[in-house]
């Protein structure tokens, strides 16, 4: 079972800016993506921005250009910069890792964090 620990949520007026941080367990490695999904009241989880170890990151169109996805595989942390926040990006947002190593196994999968609350008030 992985854990992951996300922080930095919170309550910030339109416009402002909120830094999210997530960190996996030490003892696995070779993440292959790691990145952030959202889901608001009433509607389905969907991507945030995810990046590959490589470094290739992938966002939702409706935060290019706003959001920044970045990540430190010695670390095992992946981070959200959000700027120019808007109403509609108030929602849960979960921590999201697929596959990883761990000893001389390599696991598939998605594994999740608990989420944490961004409130963006207009």
Known sequence: QVQLVESGGGLVQAGGSLRLSCVAPKNIFN??????????????????????RS???????S??????VSRDNAQNTVALQMNSL???DTAVYYC?????SSGDAY?????WGKGTLVTVSS
């Open 31 to 52: 993440i292959h993506i790691m990145g952030w999904y959202r889901q608001a009241p009433g509607k389905q989880r969907e991507l945030v921005a995810t990046i590959k």
């Open 55 to 61: 470094g290739n990151t992938n966002y939702a169109d």
């Open 63 to 68: 935060v290019k250009g706003r959001f920044t």
């Open 86 to 88: 808007k109403p509609e």
């Open 96 to 100: 999201n890792l697929e596959g990883y």
């Open 107 to 111: 696991y598939t999968g998605n594994y």
